[in-house]
C-alpha cells in the first residue's frame, strides 16, 4: 500500500500544527465560530447531536496493521472505547473532546493518517473495490489510480470551496463492487485490444434528496489524460454548479438541467485548455506511484493443503457456512479474501471496539500480510488468506464475534448512525437495525432468501445508501414523529437502479413486521433460483404494496 515520503509527511505535520494553533484560538474566544466552522470542516471535525465527531480518512479503504491497532488506541483514549466504519470507507470517532483534536490528528500522522476532506464542500475520499489488486475478474487495479486522485485532489487550491462535497468512486474489475454510478463522478478503468489501459467516465450520480443514475461522460478516455480531464469536469462543476440552494447544489443537478451532451460538450471545451498540460500521466508517473502496490510474498499453497480445505467445507457445516457467505475467490490460487462481519446485535452495523481493532490488526499480520480494507457496506477484508489457515483464522474469528456467516444476506444490513448521534437525522437507524437483525435471524431462513440487501438512513441525506437498497428504509420527520418509509428495487452494481417508494410511511413499531410481509410475498412468488431483486423486477411493485397495505 501507498507510504509517505517526506513531503506527504512533512505537509501532514504541518497541518496538524495549523489546526492546533487554529483549535487554540477558538477555544480562546479570538476566533468566532463562524471563522472557526470551515476550518474544522477541512479536518473533518463535525458537531453532532450530543458531540463532537471526528471523521478520519481511509483512502480507497486501504489499511496497514499498524494503523487499524493506532486507531483502536485512539478510540480508547479520547472516545468511548470504539469507532464506527462508514459506507465511505472512513472510521468516525463520535464521542471526541473538541480539544483533543489537535492530539488525535498528530497520532493519526505518526502513522501516516488524517482527516483532511472528509467534511466540507471540497473533494472526499475516493473509495473502490475492497477486492482491488486480487479479484478473479479485474482487468486493471484501480488502487494506483486512486492514489493519484488522492494526490491531486488534496489540497487542490481550485477545488477547496466547490458548490457542495464531491465523491469519486473508481473500478477497474467486470463487476462493479464501488457502486461508480451513483457518484458525483465513476471511473471505469478498462483495456482495449491493445492492452492499453483506458477510463469510462461517468458523472452526475448520486443519491441523498434527488438520487440519480449518473451519465457517460466520456467511454474511452486515454489513461494519460486522466487527471487533467477529471480537473476539466470538476472546473465545468465548480464554474456553473448552483450556489444559491445547497439542495441544489450537487453535480447531479447540473448534469440534469444542462443535458449530458450539453455538460460533456462543456467538458470537452474545458478540457482542450488542459489536455497534454503539466498533469499529464506519463509511464513514469504511473511505474512511481504502482511500485507502492507491490504483491506480497505469497507462499506456494500444495494442492493437497487446497484438497485439504475442499474437504472440511463438506465435512464442517459451520465452516462452510462461513466460507459459502464470507470468504470471496482470489486471483492467486490457494488463497482467499476473507470479510469479517462487523453486523452484531450488541453493535451498531459498522461499529468495532477498540479492543477488536487490536485483535483483527493481530489477524491481519498472522493471516494477511499485514494489510485490511474496509468495504462500503461497513465491513472489514482480509485480502491474502491462504486456504491451509482458514480453519484457524476462522477459529479466531468465532471468538471474536466477527465470523457471523451472514455477508451478503438480510442480516448484513447497511445503517447510518442515525438519530442516536447525527443532528441532521430525522429519525433513529441503528433501533429498527438491531431489531430487524433480532427477527430475522435464524441462519435456515437468512440463507433460503438468498442475497438480499437492506440499507437504512436516518434522514434524506441517504448515508445508509437506502436509495440502492434491495429493500430500503429512510427515516422521516411527520410534525415530530419518527416514521419510516420503504422503498423497492434499489441495486449497486452494474445494473445500478433507485428504489421505488411502496406507499405511506410507517411507525417504527411496524417495520419489522413490514419487513416480514414483504419476505413472505417474496418467497411466495419467487420462481426457481430467483433472489429478491430478480422477483422484484420480474413482478413489480404492485404485490408487495397490495400485500403490506391490505
Known amino acids: 500500500m501507498y507510504r509517505y515520503d517526506n513531503h506527504d509527511q512533512s505537509l501532514v505535520d504541518e497541518r496538524v500544527a495549523q489546526f492546533r494553533d487554529q483549535m487554540r484560538r477558538y477555544l480562546e474566544g479570538s476566533l468566532s ?47 468511548r472505547g470504539y469507532g464506527h466504519f462508514t459506507t465511505r470507507t472512513n ?39 475492497q477486492f482491488s489488486g486480487i479479484a478473479a475478474d479485474e482487468q486493471v487495479d484501480p488502487r494506483p489510480w486512486c492514489e493519484l486522485i488522492r ?39 478498462w483495456r482495449d485490444e491493445a492492452g492499453e489501459v483506458r477510463v469510462r467516465v461517468l458523472a452526475g450520480g448520486g443519491l441523498g434528496r434527488t438520487p440519480m443514475i449518473g451519465s457517460v461522460i466520456h467511454e474511452d478516455l486515454p489513461w494519460q489524460h486522466l487527471l487533467t480531464y477529471l480537473e476539466a469536469l470538476v472546473r ?72 485439504h480445505y475442499e474437504q472440511l467445507r463438506a465435512d464442517n457445516r459451520a465452516f462452510a457456512r462461513f466460507v459459502t457467505n464470507n470468504v470471496t475467490d482470489h486471483k492467486v490460487p490457494g488463497y482467499k479474501a476473507v470479510t469479517l462481519s462487523l453486523k452484531r446485535h450488541d453493535h451498531s452495523p459498522g461499529d468495532v471496539t477498540s479492543d477488536d481493532m487490536s485483535a483483527v490488526a493481530d489477524l491481519a499480520d498472522e493471516f494477511g500480510y499485514g494489510e485490511l480494507r474496509v468495504t462500503h457496506e461497513q465491513n472489514l477484508v482480509l485480502t491474502d488468506v491462504p486456504v491451509d489457515q482458514m480453519e ?54 437468512l440463507y433460503d432468501l438468498g442475497p438480499l440487501e437492506l440499507n437504512i438512513s436516518g434522514c434524506m441525506n441517504a448515508c445508509g445508501h437506502h436509495h440502492v437498497g434491495h429493500i430500503g428504509i429512510l427515516g422521516v420527520d411527520k410534525k415530530g414523529e419518527e416514521y419510516y418509509q420503504i422503498s423497492l ?37 419467487r420462481q426457481a433460483d430467483e433472489t429478491f431483486l430478480d422477483t422484484y423486477r420480474r413482478i413489480g411493485l404492485k404485490p408487495f404494496k397490495e400485500h403490506v397495505y391490505a
Open 151 to 189: 494526490q491531486w485532489s488534496t489540497f487542490h487550491p481550485e477545488f477547496a470551496y466547490l458548490p457542495r462535497k464531491f465523491k469519486i468512486a473508481v473500478t477497474g474489475a467486470e463487476e462493479d463492487r464501488a457502486a461508480i454510478q451513483v457518484h458525483d463522478v465513476g471511473l471505469h478503468l
Open 236 to 307: 465545468v462543476y465548480n464554474q456553473f454548479g448552483r450556489r444559491d440552494n445547497k439542495f441544489k447544489a450537487r453535480i447531479k443537478i447540473l448534469v440534469k438541467a444542462l443535458g449530458a451532451d450539453e455538460f460533456r460538450r462543456r467538458v470537452e471545451e474545458e478540457w482542450s485548455h488542459l489536455k497534454d498540460g503539466s498533469q499529464t500521466l506519463n509511464d513514469e508517473a504511473i511505474d512511481a506511484v504502482a511500485a507502492h502496490f507491490v504483491e506480497p510474498p505469497r507462499r506456494e499453497v500444495s494442492q493437497s493443503a487446497i484438497e
Open 33 to 79: 465560530e463562524e471563522e472557526f466552522l470551515p476550518l474544522r470542516l477541512q479536518n473533518g471535525l463535525y458537531v453532532q447531536r450530543y458531540a463532537p465527531m471526528l471523521r478520519i480518512a481511509i483512502p480507497y479503504g486501504m489499511l496497514a496493521s499498524y494503523q487499524l491497532r493506532k486507531l483502536g488506541e485512539i478510540a480508547a483514549r479520547y472516545d
Open 392 to 445: 484457524a483464522l476462522w477459529q479466531r474469528l468465532e471468538e471474536l464475534g466477527m465470523a457471523n456467516p451472514t455477508v451478503g444476506t438480510l442480516a448484513d444490513l447497511i445503517c447510518c448512525p442515525g438519530g442516536d448521534y447525527c443532528s441532521l437525522a430525522n429519525a433513529k437507524s441503528i433501533p429498527v437495525a438491531q431489531e430487524i437483525q433480532q427477527r430475522f435471524e435464524d441462519l435456515d431462513f
Open 489 to 525: 428495487g434499489g441495486s449497486q452494481g452494474n445494473e445500478s437502479s433507485l428504489g421505488k417508494i411502496l406507499g405511506p410511511s410507517f411507525y417504527r413499531e411496524d417495520v419489522t413486521n413490514v419487513i416480514d410481509k414483504l419476505l413472505k410475498v417474496y418467497v411466495g412468488e
Open 91 to 129: 472510521l468516525q470517532l463520535n464521542w471526541p473532546k473538541m480539544e483533543d483534536v489537535p492530539d488525535i490528528l498528530a497520532d493519526l500522522a505518526s502513522v501516516q493518517m488524517h482527516a483532511i476532506q472528509t467534511s466540507g464542500n471540497d473533494i472526499r475520499n475516493t473509495t473502490t473495490d
